[in-house]
Nanobody
Framework: QVQLVESGGGLVQAGGSLRLSCVAS????????LGWFRQAPGKERDFVAA????????YYADSVKGRFTISRDNAKNTVYLRLNSLKPDDTAVYYC??????????WGQGTQVTVSS
């Protein structure tokens, strides 16, 4: 099993930036990708970005392309999400998740991002 711990959330003004981190511990052998998802109050959890663990290929939701950047540090078992040009609509709890085979089966506890206008 793998455990995921997110950090880096907070309160920021519109136009500001944050960097989220997600540290994976436990058995990461066979992990295909790590992804970031977010859930705003009263809404479903949505995909934000993902990165493949071996090759570093990246994928983004259209709503964050050009503003968010996902990266990884394999030596530290950590994935990052840089959030730039933040908007109030980006306010949500951001979750990190690990995909081994067939889907994201492991989730962190989430970190709150609040963007004020």
């Amino acid at each position: 099993q793998v455990q995921l711990v997110e950090s880096g959330g907070g309160l920021v003004q519109a136009g500001g930036s944050l960097r989220l981190s997600c540290v994976a511990s436990g058995s990461t052998f066979g992990m295909y990708s790590l992804g970031w998802f977010r859930q705003a109050p009263g809404k479903e959890r949505d995909f934000v970005a993902a990165i493949t663990w071996s090759d570093g290929d990246t994928y983004y939701a259209d709503s964050v392309k050009g503003r968010f950047t996902i990266s990884r540090d394999n030596a530290k078992n950590t994935v990052y999400l840089r959030l730039n040009s933040l908007k109030p609509d980006d306010t949500a709890v951001y979750y990190c998740a690990a995909n081994f085979v067939g889907g994201y089966d492991y989730w962190g506890q989430g970190t709150q991002v609040t963007v004020s206008s």
